[in-house]
Protein backbone atom coordinates (compact mmCIF):
# COMPACT_ATOMS: atom_id res chain seq x y z
CA UNK A 1 0.00 0.00 0.00
CA UNK A 2 2.49 2.19 1.11
CA UNK A 3 5.19 0.98 -1.95
CA UNK A 4 2.13 2.05 -4.47
CA UNK A 5 1.42 5.01 -2.82
CA UNK A 6 5.35 5.91 -3.25
CA UNK A 7 5.49 4.53 -6.43
CA UNK A 8 2.56 7.07 -7.58
CA UNK A 9 4.23 10.28 -5.79
CA UNK A 10 7.13 8.70 -8.11
CA UNK A 11 5.46 9.15 -11.25
CA UNK A 12 5.88 11.52 -13.76
CA UNK A 13 2.75 11.30 -15.24
CA UNK A 14 -0.49 12.57 -14.66
CA UNK A 15 -2.80 9.57 -13.44
CA UNK A 16 -4.72 10.34 -15.88
CA UNK A 17 -2.13 9.31 -18.83
CA UNK A 18 -0.87 6.61 -16.60
CA UNK A 19 -4.15 4.62 -16.82
CA UNK A 20 -4.35 4.83 -13.07
CA UNK A 21 -8.27 5.04 -12.54
CA UNK A 22 -8.44 5.50 -8.79
CA UNK A 23 -5.97 8.23 -8.45
CA UNK A 24 -7.48 10.69 -11.55
CA UNK A 25 -10.48 10.37 -9.22
CA UNK A 26 -8.79 11.02 -6.30
CA UNK A 27 -7.48 14.14 -7.51
CA UNK A 28 -11.24 14.77 -8.95
CA UNK A 29 -12.56 15.31 -5.38
CA UNK A 30 -9.54 16.89 -4.39
CA UNK A 31 -9.76 19.32 -6.76
CA UNK A 32 -13.66 19.63 -6.46
CA UNK A 33 -13.41 20.58 -2.48
CA UNK A 34 -10.16 22.42 -3.36
CA UNK A 35 -12.43 24.99 -5.97
CA UNK A 36 -15.36 25.17 -3.73
CA UNK A 37 -13.38 25.57 -0.82
CA UNK A 38 -11.25 28.76 -2.47
CA UNK A 39 -14.69 30.26 -3.82
CA UNK A 40 -15.61 30.52 0.30
CA UNK A 41 -11.92 31.85 0.90
CA UNK A 42 -12.38 34.28 -2.46
CA UNK A 43 -15.75 35.34 -1.67
CA UNK A 44 -14.54 36.50 2.38
CA UNK A 45 -11.32 37.86 0.20
CA UNK A 46 -13.23 40.00 -1.91
CA UNK A 47 -15.33 41.60 0.85
CA UNK A 48 -13.21 42.16 2.94
CA UNK A 49 -10.33 43.92 0.36
CA UNK A 50 -13.23 45.78 -1.74
CA UNK A 51 -13.75 47.63 1.76
CA UNK A 52 -10.08 48.07 3.31
CA UNK A 53 -9.90 49.49 -1.12
CA UNK A 54 -13.01 51.65 -0.22
CA UNK A 55 -11.68 53.03 3.53
CA UNK A 56 -13.83 51.18 5.29
CA UNK A 57 -13.72 47.35 7.63
CA UNK A 58 -15.93 44.92 5.75
CA UNK A 59 -17.41 42.27 7.42
CA UNK A 60 -16.60 42.18 11.25
CA UNK A 61 -19.00 40.51 13.12
CA UNK A 62 -19.94 37.48 12.13
CA UNK A 63 -16.58 35.40 12.92
CA UNK A 64 -13.12 37.18 13.97
CA UNK A 65 -12.83 39.70 11.59
CA UNK A 66 -15.80 38.10 9.45
CA UNK A 67 -13.79 35.22 9.19
CA UNK A 68 -17.25 32.92 9.49
CA UNK A 69 -18.94 35.09 7.03
CA UNK A 70 -18.67 33.15 3.86
CA UNK A 71 -20.52 29.76 5.95
CA UNK A 72 -22.86 32.43 7.02
CA UNK A 73 -23.70 33.66 3.97
CA UNK A 74 -24.02 29.90 2.23
CA UNK A 75 -26.58 28.73 5.26
CA UNK A 76 -28.50 31.87 3.71
CA UNK A 77 -28.16 30.85 0.21
CA UNK A 78 -29.20 27.05 0.95
CA UNK A 79 -32.13 28.04 3.20
CA UNK A 80 -33.75 30.41 1.02
CA UNK A 81 -37.24 30.14 -0.66
CA UNK A 82 -36.75 28.97 -4.48
CA UNK A 83 -38.54 31.11 -6.31
CA UNK A 84 -38.87 30.59 -9.84
CA UNK A 85 -40.62 33.45 -11.96
CA UNK A 86 -44.76 32.76 -13.61
CA UNK A 87 -44.53 32.23 -17.16
CA UNK A 88 -40.90 30.96 -16.49
CA UNK A 89 -39.24 27.92 -19.30
CA UNK A 90 -38.83 25.52 -16.12
CA UNK A 91 -36.97 23.05 -17.90
CA UNK A 92 -34.30 25.97 -19.40
CA UNK A 93 -34.70 28.16 -15.49
CA UNK A 94 -33.33 24.55 -14.14
CA UNK A 95 -30.81 23.64 -16.80
CA UNK A 96 -28.97 26.79 -17.26
CA UNK A 97 -26.85 26.82 -13.71
CA UNK A 98 -25.97 22.89 -14.19
CA UNK A 99 -24.60 23.86 -17.53
CA UNK A 100 -22.60 26.74 -15.98
CA UNK A 101 -21.60 24.73 -13.18
CA UNK A 102 -20.00 21.63 -15.76
CA UNK A 103 -18.77 23.80 -18.12
CA UNK A 104 -16.56 25.99 -15.29
CA UNK A 105 -15.57 22.52 -13.08
CA UNK A 106 -14.89 20.25 -16.48
CA UNK A 107 -11.89 22.74 -17.13
CA UNK A 108 -10.19 22.01 -14.16
CA UNK A 109 -9.47 18.55 -15.26
CA UNK A 110 -6.42 19.99 -17.83
CA UNK A 111 -4.94 22.29 -15.37
CA UNK A 112 -1.40 21.39 -14.66
CA UNK A 113 -0.73 21.92 -10.95
CA UNK A 114 2.81 20.34 -11.55
CA UNK A 115 4.46 17.55 -13.97
CA UNK A 116 2.49 15.61 -12.64
CA UNK A 117 -0.20 16.49 -10.30
CA UNK A 118 -3.23 16.69 -12.94
CA UNK A 119 -6.01 15.33 -13.67
CA UNK A 120 -4.68 13.96 -17.12
CA UNK A 121 -2.65 15.62 -19.59
CA UNK A 122 -4.49 15.53 -22.51
CA UNK A 123 -2.47 16.77 -26.20
CA UNK A 124 -5.10 19.17 -27.19
CA UNK A 125 -5.18 20.92 -23.41
CA UNK A 126 -5.59 24.13 -23.93
CA UNK A 127 -8.11 23.48 -27.23
CA UNK A 128 -10.13 21.75 -24.68
CA UNK A 129 -10.08 24.74 -22.31
CA UNK A 130 -10.97 27.24 -24.52
CA UNK A 131 -13.78 24.91 -25.96
CA UNK A 132 -15.40 23.71 -22.46
CA UNK A 133 -14.78 27.55 -20.91
CA UNK A 134 -17.30 28.72 -24.05
CA UNK A 135 -19.68 26.71 -23.31
CA UNK A 136 -20.25 28.59 -20.08
CA UNK A 137 -22.08 31.20 -22.51
CA UNK A 138 -24.55 29.37 -23.19
CA UNK A 139 -25.55 28.87 -19.52
CA UNK A 140 -26.11 32.57 -19.13
CA UNK A 141 -28.12 33.12 -22.57
CA UNK A 142 -29.97 30.24 -21.27
CA UNK A 143 -30.65 31.37 -17.89
CA UNK A 144 -31.78 35.01 -19.26
CA UNK A 145 -34.18 33.57 -21.81
CA UNK A 146 -36.17 31.48 -19.29
CA UNK A 147 -36.38 33.94 -16.74
CA UNK A 148 -39.19 35.39 -18.47
CA UNK A 149 -38.16 39.20 -18.00
CA UNK A 150 -36.46 41.89 -20.04
CA UNK A 151 -34.05 42.56 -16.90
CA UNK A 152 -32.45 39.27 -17.50
CA UNK A 153 -32.90 38.97 -20.89
CA UNK A 154 -30.74 42.33 -21.98
CA UNK A 155 -28.25 41.02 -19.13
CA UNK A 156 -28.15 37.84 -21.16
CA UNK A 157 -27.72 39.22 -24.72
CA UNK A 158 -25.10 41.53 -23.65
CA UNK A 159 -23.63 39.40 -22.12
CA UNK A 160 -23.46 36.48 -24.44
CA UNK A 161 -22.31 39.16 -26.97
CA UNK A 162 -19.41 40.63 -24.77
CA UNK A 163 -17.60 36.77 -24.54
CA UNK A 164 -18.48 35.98 -28.24
CA UNK A 165 -16.02 38.65 -28.94
CA UNK A 166 -13.68 38.60 -26.21
CA UNK A 167 -13.08 34.76 -26.72
CA UNK A 168 -11.91 35.77 -30.48
CA UNK A 169 -9.15 38.29 -28.64
CA UNK A 170 -8.20 35.51 -26.29
CA UNK A 171 -7.69 32.42 -29.08
CA UNK A 172 -5.54 34.74 -30.92
CA UNK A 173 -3.34 35.76 -27.94
CA UNK A 174 -3.50 32.00 -26.66
CA UNK A 175 -2.68 30.95 -30.36
CA UNK A 176 0.49 33.49 -30.03
CA UNK A 177 2.05 31.62 -27.02
CA UNK A 178 1.30 28.00 -28.71
CA UNK A 179 3.29 29.68 -31.49
CA UNK A 180 6.14 30.45 -29.28
CA UNK A 181 6.54 26.31 -27.98
CA UNK A 182 7.49 25.69 -31.26
CA UNK A 183 11.21 27.74 -31.22
CA UNK A 184 13.03 24.74 -29.85
CA UNK A 185 14.91 22.22 -31.61
CA UNK A 186 12.97 20.01 -33.11
CA UNK A 187 10.38 22.28 -34.62
CA UNK A 188 7.12 21.48 -33.27
CA UNK A 189 4.99 22.62 -30.25
CA UNK A 190 2.41 21.52 -28.57
CA UNK A 191 -0.82 21.94 -27.44
CA UNK A 192 -1.17 19.89 -24.29
CA UNK A 193 -0.49 22.31 -20.83
CA UNK A 194 1.75 20.42 -19.12
CA UNK A 195 3.94 20.64 -22.52
CA UNK A 196 3.48 24.31 -22.38
CA UNK A 197 5.26 25.01 -19.08
CA UNK A 198 8.02 22.23 -20.26
CA UNK A 199 8.85 24.39 -23.41
CA UNK A 200 8.87 27.45 -21.13
CA UNK A 201 11.78 25.49 -18.98
CA UNK A 202 13.56 24.41 -21.80
CA UNK A 203 13.29 27.88 -23.59
CA UNK A 204 14.62 29.02 -19.80
CA UNK A 205 12.52 31.90 -20.12
CA UNK A 206 8.97 32.73 -19.27
CA UNK A 207 7.13 32.90 -22.35
CA UNK A 208 5.99 36.67 -20.28
CA UNK A 209 9.71 37.30 -21.57
CA UNK A 210 9.67 35.90 -24.36
CA UNK A 211 10.56 38.33 -27.36
CA UNK A 212 10.08 41.23 -25.55
CA UNK A 213 7.26 43.10 -25.46
CA UNK A 214 5.62 40.56 -28.14
CA UNK A 215 5.11 37.87 -24.96
CA UNK A 216 3.74 40.79 -22.80
CA UNK A 217 1.40 42.41 -25.21
CA UNK A 218 -0.14 38.59 -26.16
CA UNK A 219 -0.13 38.09 -22.21
CA UNK A 220 -2.01 41.69 -21.73
CA UNK A 221 -4.38 41.09 -24.14
CA UNK A 222 -5.08 37.82 -22.71
CA UNK A 223 -5.59 39.06 -19.63
CA UNK A 224 -7.93 41.56 -20.42
CA UNK A 225 -9.51 39.23 -22.43
CA UNK A 226 -9.71 37.14 -19.57
CA UNK A 227 -11.65 39.40 -17.27
CA UNK A 228 -14.17 40.06 -19.90
CA UNK A 229 -14.98 36.38 -20.55
CA UNK A 230 -15.70 35.53 -17.11
CA UNK A 231 -18.15 38.95 -16.89
CA UNK A 232 -15.93 40.93 -14.05
CA UNK A 233 -15.16 44.16 -13.85
CA UNK A 234 -15.22 46.75 -15.43
CA UNK A 235 -16.11 44.60 -17.90
CA UNK A 236 -19.45 43.79 -15.74
CA UNK A 237 -22.42 45.53 -17.42
CA UNK A 238 -24.38 42.47 -17.92
CA UNK A 239 -24.69 41.85 -14.24
CA UNK A 240 -24.31 45.97 -13.07
CA UNK A 241 -26.40 46.35 -10.33
CA UNK A 242 -27.15 50.00 -11.27
CA UNK A 243 -28.06 49.31 -14.33
CA UNK A 244 -29.83 45.70 -15.33
CA UNK A 245 -30.72 44.69 -11.43
CA UNK A 246 -28.31 42.31 -11.42
CA UNK A 247 -28.45 40.87 -15.03
CA UNK A 248 -29.03 37.25 -16.23
CA UNK A 249 -29.26 35.69 -12.58
CA UNK A 250 -31.54 38.37 -11.29
CA UNK A 251 -34.42 36.01 -11.01
CA UNK A 252 -32.48 33.23 -9.33
CA UNK A 253 -32.47 33.29 -5.94
CA UNK A 254 -30.96 30.96 -2.95
CA UNK A 255 -28.96 28.00 -3.79
CA UNK A 256 -29.37 28.52 -8.04
CA UNK A 257 -27.85 31.94 -7.46
CA UNK A 258 -24.69 29.98 -5.40
CA UNK A 259 -24.75 27.99 -8.54
CA UNK A 260 -24.05 31.19 -10.93
CA UNK A 261 -21.75 32.50 -8.22
CA UNK A 262 -19.88 29.27 -8.22
CA UNK A 263 -19.82 29.35 -11.83
CA UNK A 264 -18.22 32.80 -11.75
CA UNK A 265 -15.21 32.25 -9.13
CA UNK A 266 -14.47 28.63 -10.50
CA UNK A 267 -14.19 30.23 -13.74
CA UNK A 268 -11.97 33.31 -13.22
CA UNK A 269 -9.52 30.77 -11.55
CA UNK A 270 -9.63 28.71 -14.36
CA UNK A 271 -8.91 30.93 -16.94
CA UNK A 272 -6.34 32.37 -14.50
CA UNK A 273 -4.20 29.15 -14.66
CA UNK A 274 -4.99 29.27 -18.50
CA UNK A 275 -2.61 32.60 -17.99
CA UNK A 276 -0.36 30.86 -15.37
CA UNK A 277 0.39 28.37 -17.38
CA UNK A 278 0.90 30.07 -20.83
CA UNK A 279 3.07 32.62 -19.82
CA UNK A 280 4.25 32.87 -16.13
CA UNK A 281 6.01 29.22 -16.22
CA UNK A 282 2.64 27.00 -14.52
CA UNK A 283 4.06 25.10 -11.70
CA UNK A 284 7.99 26.46 -11.64
CA UNK A 285 9.41 28.03 -9.19
CA UNK A 286 11.73 31.24 -10.05
CA UNK A 287 14.45 30.59 -11.93
CA UNK A 288 14.81 26.76 -11.96
CA UNK A 289 17.46 27.58 -14.89
CA UNK A 290 19.08 30.60 -13.24
CA UNK A 291 19.59 29.75 -9.83
CA UNK A 292 20.26 25.10 -9.86
CA UNK A 293 21.10 23.27 -7.39
CA UNK A 294 20.15 21.37 -4.13
CA UNK A 295 20.98 24.22 -2.46
CA UNK A 296 18.93 26.52 -4.51
CA UNK A 297 15.85 24.06 -4.68
CA UNK A 298 16.24 23.80 -0.44
CA UNK A 299 15.76 27.25 -0.40
CA UNK A 300 12.62 27.51 -2.56
CA UNK A 301 11.21 24.42 -0.36
CA UNK A 302 10.84 26.93 2.30
CA UNK A 303 8.78 28.98 1.10
CA UNK A 304 4.98 27.00 1.50
CA UNK A 305 6.40 27.13 4.87
CA UNK A 306 7.42 30.13 5.10
CA UNK A 307 4.00 31.94 4.06
CA UNK A 308 1.90 29.75 6.24
CA UNK A 309 4.34 31.58 9.05
CA UNK A 310 3.59 35.02 7.78
CA UNK A 311 0.01 34.19 7.58
CA UNK A 312 0.10 32.62 11.01
CA UNK A 313 1.86 35.82 12.49
CA UNK A 314 -0.54 37.68 11.53
CA UNK A 315 -3.50 36.32 12.86
CA UNK A 316 -1.99 36.48 16.07
CA UNK A 317 -0.91 39.62 15.92
CA UNK A 318 -4.45 40.33 14.98
CA UNK A 319 -5.89 38.19 17.80
CA UNK A 320 -3.62 40.41 20.07
CA UNK A 321 -4.77 43.62 18.85
CA UNK A 322 -8.24 42.71 19.30
CA UNK A 323 -9.98 44.57 22.34
CA UNK A 324 -10.30 42.77 25.45
CA UNK A 325 -13.96 43.20 26.32
CA UNK A 326 -15.99 40.18 27.44
CA UNK A 327 -17.37 40.33 24.65
CA UNK A 328 -15.13 39.90 22.44
CA UNK A 329 -13.25 37.14 24.14
CA UNK A 330 -15.08 34.26 22.04
CA UNK A 331 -13.54 35.94 19.00
CA UNK A 332 -10.31 36.68 20.07
CA UNK A 333 -9.95 32.81 21.05
CA UNK A 334 -11.20 31.68 17.63
CA UNK A 335 -8.71 33.92 16.16
CA UNK A 336 -5.84 32.39 18.47
CA UNK A 337 -6.98 28.92 17.66
CA UNK A 338 -7.19 29.55 13.54
CA UNK A 339 -3.77 31.63 14.38
CA UNK A 340 -2.44 27.86 16.39
CA UNK A 341 -3.52 26.04 13.18
CA UNK A 342 -2.13 28.04 10.67
CA UNK A 343 1.28 27.94 12.73
CA UNK A 344 0.93 23.98 12.77
CA UNK A 345 0.56 23.87 8.95
CA UNK A 346 3.62 25.93 9.10
CA UNK A 347 5.61 23.47 10.91
CA UNK A 348 4.25 20.26 9.02
CA UNK A 349 5.44 22.02 5.48
CA UNK A 350 8.98 23.00 7.12
CA UNK A 351 9.35 19.59 8.72
CA UNK A 352 8.30 18.33 5.27
CA UNK A 353 11.27 20.48 4.02
CA UNK A 354 13.73 19.46 5.88
CA UNK A 355 13.04 15.68 5.92
CA UNK A 356 12.56 15.72 2.04
CA UNK A 357 16.25 17.64 1.88
CA UNK A 358 18.32 14.71 3.09
CA UNK A 359 16.62 12.43 1.24
CA UNK A 360 15.13 13.11 -1.90
CA UNK A 361 13.89 10.09 -2.66
CA UNK A 362 11.50 8.97 0.23
CA UNK A 363 8.04 9.48 1.14
CA UNK A 364 8.96 13.10 2.44
CA UNK A 365 11.25 14.53 -0.50
CA UNK A 366 8.86 13.27 -3.21
CA UNK A 367 5.79 14.56 -1.15
CA UNK A 368 8.25 17.80 -0.74
CA UNK A 369 8.14 18.42 -4.34
CA UNK A 370 4.65 18.04 -5.48
CA UNK A 371 4.02 20.47 -2.80
CA UNK A 372 6.19 22.93 -4.07
CA UNK A 373 4.65 22.23 -7.42
CA UNK A 374 1.13 22.98 -6.19
CA UNK A 375 2.20 25.61 -4.05
CA UNK A 376 3.64 27.95 -6.81
CA UNK A 377 0.90 27.38 -9.08
CA UNK A 378 -1.47 28.20 -6.40
CA UNK A 379 0.50 31.66 -5.27
CA UNK A 380 0.47 32.70 -8.94
CA UNK A 381 -3.10 32.29 -9.26
CA UNK A 382 -3.75 33.59 -6.33
CA UNK A 383 -1.66 36.97 -7.67
CA UNK A 384 -4.28 37.04 -10.43
CA UNK A 385 -7.25 36.47 -8.16
CA UNK A 386 -5.95 39.86 -5.83
CA UNK A 387 -5.75 41.53 -9.42
CA UNK A 388 -9.37 40.81 -10.47
CA UNK A 389 -10.49 42.46 -6.94
CA UNK A 390 -8.33 45.07 -7.85
CA UNK A 391 -9.56 45.42 -10.68
CA UNK A 392 -13.20 45.66 -9.25
CA UNK A 393 -12.66 48.32 -6.28
CA UNK A 394 -10.49 50.58 -8.96
CA UNK A 395 -12.26 51.00 -12.37
CA UNK A 396 -15.40 52.07 -13.97
CA UNK A 397 -17.71 49.95 -15.91
CA UNK A 398 -17.47 50.37 -19.39
CA UNK A 399 -20.00 51.09 -21.31
CA UNK A 400 -21.77 48.43 -23.46
CA UNK A 401 -20.70 49.90 -26.83
CA UNK A 402 -17.37 50.99 -25.53
CA UNK A 403 -17.04 47.34 -24.41
CA UNK A 404 -17.94 46.03 -27.98
CA UNK A 405 -15.51 48.58 -29.72
CA UNK A 406 -12.39 48.09 -27.34
CA UNK A 407 -12.97 44.10 -27.99
CA UNK A 408 -13.18 44.17 -31.93
CA UNK A 409 -10.83 47.21 -32.69
CA UNK A 410 -8.43 46.96 -30.05
CA UNK A 411 -7.96 43.70 -28.54
CA UNK A 412 -8.15 41.15 -32.04
CA UNK A 413 -5.90 44.26 -34.30
CA UNK A 414 -3.47 43.89 -31.43
CA UNK A 415 -3.59 40.30 -30.63
CA UNK A 416 -3.27 39.42 -34.49
CA UNK A 417 -0.77 41.65 -34.83
CA UNK A 418 1.27 40.19 -32.07
CA UNK A 419 0.84 36.62 -33.64
CA UNK A 420 1.91 37.48 -37.08
CA UNK A 421 5.00 39.16 -35.56
CA UNK A 422 5.61 36.60 -32.98
CA UNK A 423 6.14 34.41 -36.35
CA UNK A 424 7.94 36.43 -38.02
CA UNK A 425 10.65 36.70 -35.23
CA UNK A 426 10.51 33.39 -34.40
CA UNK A 427 11.38 32.24 -38.12
CA UNK A 428 13.92 34.80 -38.30
CA UNK A 429 15.77 33.85 -34.65
CA UNK A 430 15.12 30.11 -35.53
CA UNK B 1 2.64 5.83 -26.94
CA UNK B 2 1.28 6.39 -23.27
CA UNK B 3 0.03 3.25 -21.64
CA UNK B 4 -3.36 5.34 -20.71
CA UNK B 5 -4.19 6.08 -24.20
CA UNK B 6 -5.21 2.11 -24.50
CA UNK B 7 -9.19 2.09 -25.74
CA UNK B 8 -11.29 1.09 -22.33
CA UNK B 9 -14.64 -0.25 -23.01
CA UNK B 10 -14.89 0.97 -26.22
CA UNK B 11 -18.40 -0.71 -27.06
CA UNK B 12 -19.96 0.72 -24.18
CA UNK B 13 -18.55 4.49 -24.80
CA UNK B 14 -20.01 3.97 -28.51
CA UNK B 15 -23.16 2.99 -27.93
CA UNK B 16 -23.74 5.69 -25.10
CA UNK B 17 -22.12 8.07 -27.17
CA UNK B 18 -24.69 7.44 -29.88
CA UNK B 19 -27.49 6.22 -28.01
CA UNK B 20 -27.23 10.24 -26.68
CA UNK B 21 -26.35 11.84 -30.54
CA UNK B 22 -30.09 9.88 -31.62
CA UNK B 23 -32.03 11.00 -28.12
CA UNK B 24 -30.59 14.74 -28.70
CA UNK B 25 -31.53 14.59 -32.02
CA UNK B 26 -35.04 13.38 -31.57
CA UNK B 27 -35.75 15.76 -28.55
CA UNK B 28 -34.80 18.61 -30.89
CA UNK B 29 -37.26 18.00 -33.84
CA UNK B 30 -40.03 17.09 -31.27
CA UNK B 31 -40.07 19.67 -28.82
CA UNK B 32 -42.28 22.94 -29.41
CA UNK B 33 -40.29 24.92 -27.93
CA UNK B 34 -37.23 26.02 -29.70
CA UNK B 35 -34.86 26.95 -27.05
CA UNK B 36 -35.03 23.41 -25.93
CA UNK B 37 -34.61 22.19 -29.26
CA UNK B 38 -31.37 23.82 -29.54
CA UNK B 39 -30.54 22.39 -26.15
CA UNK B 40 -31.36 19.02 -27.50
CA UNK B 41 -29.32 19.82 -30.45
CA UNK B 42 -26.47 21.44 -28.43
CA UNK B 43 -26.61 17.50 -26.55
CA UNK B 44 -26.10 15.70 -29.71
CA UNK B 45 -23.03 18.01 -30.83
CA UNK B 46 -21.37 17.26 -27.93
CA UNK B 47 -22.12 12.99 -28.09
CA UNK B 48 -20.78 13.92 -31.80
CA UNK B 49 -17.44 15.42 -29.98
CA UNK B 50 -17.11 12.41 -28.18
CA UNK B 51 -17.35 10.05 -31.26
CA UNK B 52 -14.47 11.84 -32.76
CA UNK B 53 -12.60 11.68 -29.61
CA UNK B 54 -12.95 7.82 -30.10
CA UNK B 55 -11.63 7.43 -33.73
CA UNK B 56 -8.42 9.22 -32.16
CA UNK B 57 -9.40 12.67 -33.46
CA UNK B 58 -8.87 14.80 -30.58
CA UNK B 59 -8.66 17.99 -32.48
CA UNK B 60 -11.26 17.60 -34.59
CA UNK B 61 -13.53 16.96 -31.46
CA UNK B 62 -11.97 20.17 -29.56
CA UNK B 63 -12.92 22.23 -32.54
CA UNK B 64 -16.55 20.70 -32.73
CA UNK B 65 -16.95 22.02 -29.41
CA UNK B 66 -15.41 25.24 -29.51
CA UNK B 67 -16.96 26.28 -32.93
CA UNK B 68 -19.93 24.43 -33.28
CA UNK B 69 -20.97 23.66 -29.83
CA UNK B 70 -19.98 26.98 -28.41
CA UNK B 71 -20.46 30.15 -31.19
CA UNK B 72 -22.73 28.35 -33.99
CA UNK B 73 -25.33 27.02 -30.90
CA UNK B 74 -24.61 30.76 -29.37
CA UNK B 75 -25.68 32.54 -32.11
CA UNK B 76 -28.94 30.16 -32.81
CA UNK B 77 -30.09 31.08 -29.36
CA UNK B 78 -29.57 34.85 -30.42
CA UNK B 79 -31.84 34.39 -33.16
CA UNK B 80 -33.89 32.17 -30.97
CA UNK B 81 -34.56 34.75 -28.58
CA UNK B 82 -34.26 37.92 -30.62
CA UNK B 83 -37.08 36.55 -33.08
CA UNK B 84 -41.00 36.68 -31.58
CA UNK B 85 -41.32 32.82 -31.90
CA UNK B 86 -44.81 32.38 -29.82
CA UNK B 87 -46.27 32.19 -32.95
CA UNK B 88 -44.25 29.83 -34.30
CA UNK B 89 -44.21 27.16 -30.97
CA UNK B 90 -47.72 27.09 -31.31
CA UNK B 91 -47.88 25.41 -34.45
CA UNK B 92 -48.34 21.94 -35.32
CA UNK B 93 -45.13 20.05 -35.17
CA UNK B 94 -45.62 17.41 -37.50
CA UNK B 95 -47.67 18.16 -41.04
CA UNK B 96 -49.50 15.67 -42.53
CA UNK B 97 -46.93 14.96 -45.03
CA UNK B 98 -45.55 12.65 -42.55
CA UNK B 99 -46.30 8.76 -44.62
CA UNK B 100 -44.18 10.33 -47.07
CA UNK B 101 -41.46 11.55 -44.61
CA UNK B 102 -41.09 7.94 -43.30
CA UNK B 103 -41.31 6.10 -46.46
CA UNK B 104 -38.35 8.68 -47.68
CA UNK B 105 -36.47 7.66 -44.30
CA UNK B 106 -37.34 4.59 -44.84
CA UNK B 107 -35.62 4.21 -47.96
CA UNK B 108 -32.16 5.69 -46.94
CA UNK B 109 -32.43 3.04 -44.51
CA UNK B 110 -32.64 0.60 -46.94
CA UNK B 111 -29.48 2.43 -49.08
CA UNK B 112 -27.45 2.64 -45.40
CA UNK B 113 -28.20 -1.03 -44.78
CA UNK B 114 -27.37 -2.08 -48.46
CA UNK B 115 -23.96 -0.08 -49.01
CA UNK B 116 -22.71 -1.43 -45.11
CA UNK B 117 -23.72 -5.31 -46.55
CA UNK B 118 -22.17 -4.59 -49.72
CA UNK B 119 -19.06 -2.69 -48.86
CA UNK B 120 -18.35 -4.64 -45.78
CA UNK B 121 -15.51 -5.83 -47.27
CA UNK B 122 -13.89 -2.52 -47.73
CA UNK B 123 -14.05 -1.41 -43.77
CA UNK B 124 -11.20 -2.26 -41.52
CA UNK B 125 -12.23 -4.94 -38.92
CA UNK B 126 -10.89 -2.80 -35.65
CA UNK B 127 -9.79 0.85 -35.57
CA UNK B 128 -6.09 1.44 -36.37
CA UNK B 129 -5.05 3.03 -33.03
CA UNK B 130 -3.32 5.95 -33.77
CA UNK B 131 -0.95 8.31 -31.50
CA UNK B 132 -3.51 11.37 -30.41
CA UNK B 133 -0.84 13.52 -31.85
CA UNK B 134 -1.12 13.00 -35.25
CA UNK B 135 -4.07 14.21 -35.33
CA UNK B 136 -3.46 17.84 -34.75
CA UNK B 137 0.03 17.27 -36.72
CA UNK B 138 -2.13 15.72 -39.50
CA UNK B 139 -4.28 18.26 -40.18
CA UNK B 140 -1.61 20.81 -39.76
CA UNK B 141 0.81 19.60 -42.46
CA UNK B 142 -2.63 19.17 -44.80
CA UNK B 143 -3.32 22.71 -44.79
CA UNK B 144 -0.54 24.49 -44.13
CA UNK B 145 2.19 22.05 -46.02
CA UNK B 146 4.97 20.58 -44.18
CA UNK B 147 9.10 20.42 -44.52
CA UNK B 148 9.06 23.36 -47.02
CA UNK B 149 6.21 21.79 -49.23
CA UNK B 150 2.84 23.19 -49.39
CA UNK B 151 -0.10 20.98 -48.40
CA UNK B 152 -2.30 19.06 -49.78
CA UNK B 153 -5.73 21.39 -49.00
CA UNK B 154 -3.40 24.69 -48.49
CA UNK B 155 -4.60 26.23 -51.57
CA UNK B 156 -8.39 25.35 -50.62
CA UNK B 157 -8.21 26.69 -47.15
CA UNK B 158 -6.95 30.30 -48.31
CA UNK B 159 -9.62 29.95 -51.16
CA UNK B 160 -12.44 29.19 -48.05
CA UNK B 161 -10.96 31.93 -46.05
CA UNK B 162 -11.12 34.36 -48.68
CA UNK B 163 -14.74 33.72 -49.11
CA UNK B 164 -15.43 33.78 -45.73
CA UNK B 165 -13.82 37.01 -46.08
CA UNK B 166 -16.30 37.60 -48.85
CA UNK B 167 -19.04 36.59 -46.63
CA UNK B 168 -18.24 38.95 -43.44
CA UNK B 169 -18.05 42.27 -45.92
CA UNK B 170 -21.35 40.92 -47.56
CA UNK B 171 -22.85 40.62 -44.02
CA UNK B 172 -21.56 44.12 -42.94
CA UNK B 173 -22.73 46.03 -45.98
CA UNK B 174 -26.18 44.58 -45.68
CA UNK B 175 -26.63 45.40 -42.45
CA UNK B 176 -25.33 48.68 -42.61
CA UNK B 177 -27.53 51.62 -43.73
CA UNK B 178 -25.03 54.08 -45.01
CA UNK B 179 -21.31 53.07 -45.10
Given at each position: MLNQFMSYLGSTVPPGNAGNQLWALIYVLIIFAGVSGAVLCMNWIERKLLAHFQIRLGPMRVGPHGLLQPFADGLKLLLKEDIIPAGADKFAFWVAPVIGL???????SVIP???SQAVTDMNIGILFMLGVSSLGALAIVTAGWASNSHYPLMGALRSSAQLVS?????????????????????????LSMIGIVEAQYEQRVWFLFKFFPLGLLAFVVFAIAMVAETNRAPFDLPEAESELTAGFHTEYSGLRWSFFMLAEYAAMMAVSSIAVTLWMG????????????????????LFPALTFAGLAALTTFGAARMP??????????????????????????????????????????????GL??????????????????????????????????????????????????????????? | MNPGAAPVATPFFFYLLAGTAIVGAMLMITRRNA??????????????????????????????????????????????????????????????????????????????LGALAKGKSLLPDRMMPLPESANTQGIAAALYGDAGRMGQYTFAFEIASLLLLVAILGAVIMTKKKI
Open positions: VAAFTVYFGPYEVAMGMAVVSAILMTSFNTKGTGTGWMRPFPNLLQGPGWDFLFSTHLYFRIQRIGLAAFGAVLGFVALLLLVIAIAGRANAANLAGRFDVGHVYWFLLKVAIFMYLFIWYRATWPRYRFDQLMAVGWKVMLPVSLGVLIVTAIVGVILA | VHSALALILTLLSVAGLYLMLYAPFVAGVQIIVYAGGIMVLFLFVIMLVNIERISKERQFNRMWPVGLLASCALLALF
